[in-house]
């Protein structure tokens, strides 16, 4: 396996170092493909602007041979020859003939006549370069033509001048002939040039590097100076007609491949460029889709191998496990494991087969596993039903009853899988059977206890029913029977608490009237206690109502401190009411349970302190879906509660202590009450803090 991947990895390897080779190929390519279109584009260029050259240099000598003409043509003749020579040629400007003193003979333009007439008045061009040339030219130099170099002309444009001499047959020097042009001039033949699309900026330049004319951008670079340009100097150097060259350009500073072909006869030239990532580009493209197929090609490579490694030790792993499987079969005793034909013939079993079923290898080799099942079974085809269920499914399981060799019967968990081939063709079957006999008796005995269970159950759910409702009924008398007999005890003491407010009013000895007294608060008392009870039995009856009216805080607050305030003097207790400005001045709810809540929390602090204060603190709290929160606070300096007290001290019949009965009295109702009612009233009671002493 180790030789295989060794192999596999030379190949790659081998396949890596060719496509370098080979992308190195394209790349030299693809870039002396792309010179050739720029020297082409550059050939043509130059032919094209010596055509313009051409042109421009013969209608110069028509002008010359107008100042020879004999006789002399007239003023206004030269003038209409000067004319229709702008007309041949849109791109010459102004066209100017000179004296050999350098004065103005004759002249013309297209540009703003009236403001070069006054520019020219008066000129003279005996110090320009071109009139210097002609009248100090050799005799091999009279019939040149003389090309400026690019110059801001009197109009403040870039122009180029080109002029021949006016001399007569003998050579003597009579003037000059000067035309002006644009280097727009240029603008068709470079225009043509760029259209390629491998081909995206050309420029014509003269042997000073001036830049002439150039497209695109041609504003932003006509006049431009290239001539210190890493480009422009080889072209210089080289005595070729064309010069290549890649990198970067001071004209936009962007790397490029580039081609100078120089105009024959002339100090000009052209060059043509492309942008080098254009090339590149072409390049990547085809690198990339070769790197791709080489990656495939590596990643085929591999897999091939993995396979050829995988199915070296599939086949291993194949004859291991068939060895094992063998050994496992034979050995497993609890299970029948029997292997089947596509016809459903038994070919081999197990030790545990011939325990389960009763029959010797020799015995049932060959026959159909049909041989198995019940007679009834058999002959519905249950059998083949359960084949044809594997050979669809992949696997069929079936629960029931097997026949043994000597006719008796079990019952059997039986499963039958396919074995097929690699092209998945049907090779058999195995039959997995084992023996549930005592877990099918196990289940029928769970089933048995689960059935009397659940009649138990049911009994007792009927008996709980019953009591609930004898207890419902028993909770209803009392509650009745509480607020009857409530209502009738309470009469009485009425009439008892009248009476004795009516003999207190008489005069009488001290000693009675103390006894009196006595009476009336002990009356009062119960009284009380005969209220709690009523409100409690109406509460678990639940025929207690909450009201919802408007009132204000201020009077149900006035009549707290009447009862609280005479309670609290009595031991020397200061009472303080704390109310937060906050608060609305009308509420709606039930101003009577308000008071009642109020008055049984202040009593029960007034009842357990017997020095210091008590402090009843009135707050506003949320405000959600046009309802008021408000939060009342009780705090006082009395004896305290122990944390298991504070735990049940919302329950009916709740003191701490018997000693608490027999010192301040009570039934433990108030507080129960007092909870029902907040809860009945949407709020919630508790305990923040408490400290015994």
């Known amino acids: 396996m180790v030789g295989t991947w060794k192999a596999t990895a030379v190949v790659v390897l081998a396949?890596?170092?060719?496509?370098?080779?080979?992308?190195?190929?394209?790349?030299?390519?693809?870039?002396?493909?792309?010179?050739?279109v720029l020297e082409e584009g550059g050939r043509l260029a130059t032919t094209r602007i010596s055509g313009v050259l051409r042109s421009v240099d013969v209608g110069l000598q028509s002008l010359v041979a107008d100042q020879l003409a004999k006789p002399r043509l007239s003023e206004q003749v030269i003038t209409q020859r000067q004319r229709a020579f702008l007309e041949q040629f849109p791109e010459v400007r102004t066209v100017v003939a000179v004296d050999p003193q350098g004065n103005i003979t004759a002249w013309d333009s297209v540009e703003m006549w009236q403001e070069l007439k006054e520019s020219l008045s008066g000129f003279n061009a005996a110090q320009r370069d071109y009139f210097t040339f002609h009248r100090d030219a050799t005799p091999a130099q009279y019939h040149q033509i003389f090309r400026s170099r690019l110059f801001l002309g009197i109009l403040?444009?870039?122009?180029?001048?080109?002029?021949?001499?006016?001399?007569?047959?003998?050579?003597?020097?009579?003037?000059?002939?000067?035309?002006?042009?644009?280097?727009?001039?240029?603008?068709?033949?470079?225009?043509?040039?760029?259209?390629?699309?491998?081909?995206?900026?050309?420029?014509?330049?003269?042997?000073?590097?001036?830049?002439?004319?150039?497209?695109?951008?041609?504003?932003?670079?006509?006049?431009?100076?290239?001539?210190?340009?890493?480009?422009?100097q080889k072209y210089l150097r080289s005595d070729e007609r064309i010069t290549r060259y890649t990198g970067v350009t001071v004209t936009d500073?962007?790397?490029?491949?580039?081609?100078?072909?120089?105009?024959?006869?002339?100090?000009?030239?052209?060059?043509?460029?492309l942008r080098y990532e254009h090339v590149i580009q072409e390049w990547r493209r085809i690198a990339l889709l070769k790197c791709l197929l080489f990656l495939a090609f590596a990643a085929l490579s591999m897999a091939l191998t993995r396979t050829m490694k995988r199915r070296q030790a599939v086949w291993a792993e194949l004859r291991e496990s068939e060895g094992r499987f063998r050994l496992m079969a034979s050995s497993v005793k609890d299970y029948a494991i029997i292997m089947l034909d596509e016809a459903g013939r038994v070919t081999s079993w197990n030790e545990g087969a011939q325990r389960l079923t009763g029959y010797e290898e020799g015995e049932i080799l060959g026959r159909e596993f049909a041989c198995f099942y019940q007679p009834a079974d058999a002959a519905a085809g249950v059998p083949r039903q359960l084949l044809a269920d594997a050979a669809e499914q992949g696997r069929s399981e079936i629960e029931a009853v097997r026949v043994r060799k000597?006719?008796?019967?079990?019952?059997?968990?039986?499963?039958?899988?396919?074995?097929?081939?690699?092209?998945?063709?049907?090779?058999?079957?195995?039959?997995?059977?084992?023996?549930?006999?005592?877990?099918?008796?196990?289940?029928?005995?769970?089933?048995?206890?689960?059935?009397?269970?659940?009649?138990?159950?049911?009994?007792?759910?009927?008996?709980?029913?019953?009591?609930?409702?004898v207890a419902e009924v028993a909770n209803g008398a009392k509650s009745a029977f509480l607020a009857n007999m409530s209502h009738e005890i309470r009469t009485p003491i009425n009439a008892i608490l009248g009476m004795l407010y009516l003999s207190r009013q008489e005069a009488m000895a001290d000693q009675l009237r103390a006894r009196l007294t006595k009476a009336h608060g002990a009356a009062q008392l119960l009284l009380g206690i005969i209220n709690d009870i009523l409100d409690f039995s109406k509460i678990e009856a639940g025929k207690l109502e909450i009201e919802q009216v408007e009132f204000e805080l201020d009077p149900v607050l006035l009549r707290l401190i009447d009862t609280i305030g005479i309670q609290a003097g009595k031991k020397r207790v200061?009472?303080?009411?704390?109310?937060?400005?906050?608060?609305?001045?009308?509420?709606?709810?039930?101003?009577?349970?308000?008071?009642?809540?109020?008055?049984?929390?202040?009593s029960n602090a007034v009842k357990f302190t017997e020095h210091g204060e008590i402090e009843l603190g009135i707050s506003r709290g949320e405000s959600r879906d046009g309802k008021v929160e408000i939060r009342i606070d009780v705090r006082d300096s009395g004896i305290g509660m122990a944390p298991e007290v504070q735990a049940r001290l919302f329950e009916k019949f709740t003191q701490a202590d018997q000693s608490t009965t027999r010192r301040f009295g009570g039934t433990g109702l108030g507080l129960a009450i007092c909870k029902n009612l907040v809860e009945l009233m949407g709020g919630r009671i508790w305990i923040s803090r408490s400290e015994l002493g």
Request: hydrophobic letters at 45%; a neutral charge.
């Open 15 to 36: 396949g890596a170092l060719l496509l370098a080779w080979n992308l190195r190929g394209d790349y030299e390519s693809i870039l002396a493909n792309q010179f050739r």
């Open 156 to 232: 403040k444009t870039h122009v180029i001048s080109f002029s021949r001499a006016i001399r007569d047959k003998d050579g003597k020097f009579l003037g000059v002939v000067s035309a002006v042009i644009t280097p727009r001039v240029f603008e068709p033949v470079l225009r043509e040039i760029i259209a390629n699309p491998q081909v995206d900026a050309a420029a014509v330049h003269n042997r000073h590097g001036d830049i002439l004319y150039r497209l695109p951008d041609a504003e932003k670079h006509v006049g431009k100076n290239v001539v210190k340009g890493e480009a422009f």
């Open 253 to 273: 500073n962007v790397k490029r491949i580039l081609v100078f072909a120089k105009v024959d006869e002339t100090d000009l030239d052209v060059g043509v460029s």
């Open 406 to 469: 000597d006719g008796s019967v079990f019952s059997a968990d039986v499963v039958i899988t396919t074995l097929r081939a690699n092209n998945g063709a049907l090779k058999g079957y195995v039959e997995i059977v084992r023996d549930i006999s005592e877990r099918k008796q196990a289940e029928q005995e769970l089933h048995a206890h689960r059935d009397h269970l659940e009649a138990l159950v049911a009994d007792r759910t009927a008996e709980l029913q019953t009591a609930k409702e």
């Open 574 to 602: 200061e009472f303080l009411i704390t109310q937060d400005r906050q608060l609305p001045s009308r509420l709606i709810g039930d101003p009577l349970r308000l008071s009642q809540i109020l008055l049984n929390l202040c």
